[in-house]
């Protein structure tokens, strides 16, 4: 069954559905702008996934080029880099067409079109930092396309890019602190199920786990308010029953389903938090390029997990509920336990990585990753206080 398509409007216009990225041109004319800057990688160009979007621009007479020079895990040189082409052609628009590296690269390039100072400027590391409001003026204008359901970023107010001189993921961002206030994020979000299409499996397993673990981490996060629960729950739901047949398949019931739950998560972010799981994996991708994020994320989800709920049984209880495990007559300690044995169950059929000593990581650099992680903004909100000894010790575990 179909989930149809709907608009969804906070300061990001989303629009969700089969074929809405051949909306592109319409909006562009809508907004009254007339040129475009398509920013996409190599891969997504040659897979013919922006045929769609370039012949709506052509159809509306829109003006535009292509620039497809992002790469995985971007660092703050390929945003520079980006940046230059845009200052270059006058463009009334970007369009971001690809998974997170190409939607977060476009974020920070529209970012520094119109605020000065340097990417580093806008590193978040502290609660105090979110509401600084170091963001002066909002972004050039950006619509986002996603063609992953994993990352979320085409409708949150965040990037991660890395700062190579100090193999560090730096998290750039803001929300709107007032109303009509600078954001870092989309102006629209074309949310089109059918340009996941042809994603590979393994990027399918990697980036929908992603999904899952953004559910996860907004579920449980520290002061995650009653609103985003009922989404978290139906998306830690949809991820176990549909990543499968996404991933063995390519199902595109499953696939429709995963866009939703991944967008769905990127949605609560903006109302949530992550906590130790990004932090361990943001910081082991800062050290190790090589790894793609979702693989990092499964690595350490559960770790994390058996070391938060000591705390918080009851709400990793929620979590096997929500996962459709039955939990019945068990105590919240029992029930959480469940939860992790499903998420372990879920990292195993998608044949995801279950320890950092497959994904080649040296032991000797555990110490370097718990102690970089207390740096990260995503500790914060995680629901357990944790110090560089207690993650040094989910470190271990996930070894
Ligand atoms: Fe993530």
């Not at 063995?248 to 949530?272: D, I, K, Y």
């Amino acid at each position: 069954m179909s989930l149809g398509e709907y608009t969804l409007s906070f300061p990001i216009w989303v629009e969700f559905g089969n074929g809405k990225s051949k909306r592109a041109g319409e909006v562009i004319d809508a907004k009254g702008w007339n040129s475009a800057l398509l920013v996409t990688d190599q891969g997504i160009r040659a897979a013919g996934i922006l045929d769609g979007v370039e012949a709506s621009l052509e159809a509306e007479g829109i003006e535009y080029d292509v620039y497809d020079g992002v790469e995985p895990n971007p660092t703050a040189e390929m945003v520079h880099d980006t940046l230059d082409v845009l200052s270059g052609g006058g463009y009334d628009v970007v369009v971001a067409v690809g998974g997170g590296s190409v939607i977060d690269t476009a974020k920070c390039a529209t970012l520094m079109k119109t605020n000065s100072g340097s990417l580093a400027d806008y590193e978040v590391n502290t609660p105090e930092d979110v509401t600084a409001g170091t963001v002066e003026n909002h972004t050039h204008p950006l619509i986002t396309i996603p063609t992953t359901a994993g990352t979320g970023s085409e409708v949150d107010y965040w990037a991660v890019i890395t700062a190579q001189e100090r193999e560090f993921k730096m998290a750039i961002g803001q929300p709107p602190l007032y109303p009509d206030g600078p954001y870092l994020g989309a102006d629209v979000s074309l949310v089109d199920p059918e340009l996941t299409a042809s994603l590979p499996p393994r990027q399918t397993a990697a980036t929908g786990f992603d999904a899952f673990s953004h559910a996860l981490e907004n579920h449980v996060a520290a002061g995650a308010p009653e609103l985003v629960k009922p989404y978290t729950k139906h998306v830690m739901g949809l991820v176990p029953e549909y990543l499968g047949d996404a991933y063995e398949t390519g199902n595109m019931e499953a696939r429709e389903q995963m866009l939703f739950g991944s967008h769905m998560a990127g949605f609560c972010e903006n109302f949530a938090g992550f906590g130790a799981i990004h932090s361990l994996a943001e910081v082991t991708g800062g050290m190790y390029p090589e790894i793609p994020h979702g693989e990092a994320i499964a690595v350490f989800t559960p770790p994390v997990m058996r070391y938060n709920l000591e705390e918080y049984p009851g709400r990793y209880a929620e979590v096997a509920d929500a996962m459709g495990s039955d939990v019945s007559g068990l105590s919240d300690v029992e029930a959480a336990h469940e939860a992790v044995d499903a998420v372990e169950a879920l990292i195993d059929e998608v044949d995801l990585p279950s320890s950092l000593s497959e994904l080649d990581v040296a032991e000797d650099d555990l110490e370097t990753i718990a102690e970089k992680s207390l740096d990260t903004i995503e500790i914060h909100d995680n629901p357990r206080d944790a110090d560089a000894a207690d993650l040094l010790e989910v470190a271990r575990d996930a070894y």
